[in-house]
């Protein structure tokens, strides 16, 4: 019998695309390094763990939609409702692991995208805190929800003090977990427009985009991919300008909107937990080298803030970046239940 060479060799050739085939199936970061597959900027083709819901609103004259996940508690009611709030680079999905937590120990969760971010919709509008605060007191109102818990992560942080200012009837407690906005950022970054950072944003490569994040952590894990692949693929959708434009300006919002300087004005109940590892100042990239270490310094700021907070409690989390909730989450989890339960 008689082999024909090229006949071996195409068999051969089918053996190995066959195996990068099954590679590629298998491993669908190796997938997307293939082929990044567009995101719509409103999330539809992305999976959040609880049912997502939508609020309609009307802002400046245009229809828009606030998503949210409303979660029951689990087992016995406590009676009690946590608002968790995200921060400017994430969504109400990071906050799977907290929902599962606190549902477990019989609290109802109320966890909303931000108007511009996540699953809601993403208009050209003057963002503000008191705009955002506004809107979420009428999603907890369409829900019946009197009073709630209010914990605010990262961006999310300072909502949670525009809100519990503004409703402090409603705002029970209070949680800042490693809330940006403790210090007045217009005093040490630059000024920078909204068309220099809307170019910023449309700049962001996906390199640029992962090593960002790795600044939020002070040992970086795989599972953490997840949410430096939603920015990429976002970056692939044709509609991802209009999402650029809504980040740009509630970066100008954070700048322009300091709450650092109300802090004595709180009241309620609060906590603060601070990742003593963070250094994250917004804008950072355009701080003076001199500078460099004078601005983030977590530690301080969180002793600071405590201070400046009658009513208030503080845990610090050495070797802990900036989002304790995904980094410890059994610690984090325990200091929250604890505080929520300390009545």
């Not at 406590?78 to 906050?95: Q, R």
């Not at 509008?125 to 209010?150: E, M, N, P, R, W």
Request: contains cysteine; proline residues 6%.
């Amino acid at each position: 019998m008689k082999y024909c060479p090229h006949i071996l060799v195409s068999f051969r050739r089918n053996i190995v695309n066959y195996g990068l085939l099954v590679l590629i199936c298998s491993h669908p970061f190796a997938a997307m390094a293939q082929e990044t597959m567009p995101l719509s900027i409103s999330m539809e083709n992305y999976s959040y763990p609880h049912r997502v819901a939508l609020l309609p609103l009307t802002i400046e004259g245009q229809d828009l939609r606030m998503a949210y996940m409303d979660i029951p508690p689990e087992g016995n009611p406590n009676g009690m409702t946590v608002l968790l709030l995200h921060g400017k680079n994430f969504f109400g999905a990071y906050w799977k692991g907290t929902i599962r937590f606190l549902s477990q120990n019989g609290f109802r969760v109320v966890v909303p995208d931000q108007i511009g971010f996540g699953k809601s919709s993403k208009p050209n509008i003057h963002y503000s805190f008191h705009l955002l605060a506004t809107h979420t007191k009428k999603l907890l109102d369409t829900l019946g929800v009197k009073q709630v818990a209010v914990v605010g992560h990262s961006m999310g942080g300072m909502l949670a003090t525009r809100f519990t200012l503004m409703y402090p009837e409603t705002a029970s407690h209070l949680v800042l977990e490693n809330p940006i906005g403790l210090e007045d950022y217009r005093v040490y970054v630059p000024y920078t427009t909204v068309e220099e950072a809307y170019a910023n944003e449309l700049k962001a490569t996906e390199e640029g985009i992962r090593n960002y994040h790795k600044t939020y952590y002070v040992q970086w894990k795989s599972d953490y991919e997840e949410y430096v692949q939603v920015f990429v693929r976002w970056k692939a959708s044709a509609e991802y300008p209009r999402l650029a434009m809504s980040s740009a300006l509630t970066y100008q919002m954070i700048y322009e909107q300091p709450v650092c300087h109300e802090f004595p004005y709180i009241k309620t109940k609060t906590l603060l937990v601070i990742g003593q590892s963070d250094r994250t100042v917004v804008g950072k990239a355009r701080v003076k080298k001199e500078l460099l270490s004078v601005v983030g310094q977590y530690p301080e700021l969180g002793r600071k803030t405590s201070n400046l907070i009658a009513n208030s409690s503080l845990v610090e989390l050495p070797g802990v970046g900036h989002i304790p909730h995904l980094e410890v989450p059994e610690i984090f989890h325990k200091e929250l239940l604890k505080f929520l339960n300390a009545d």
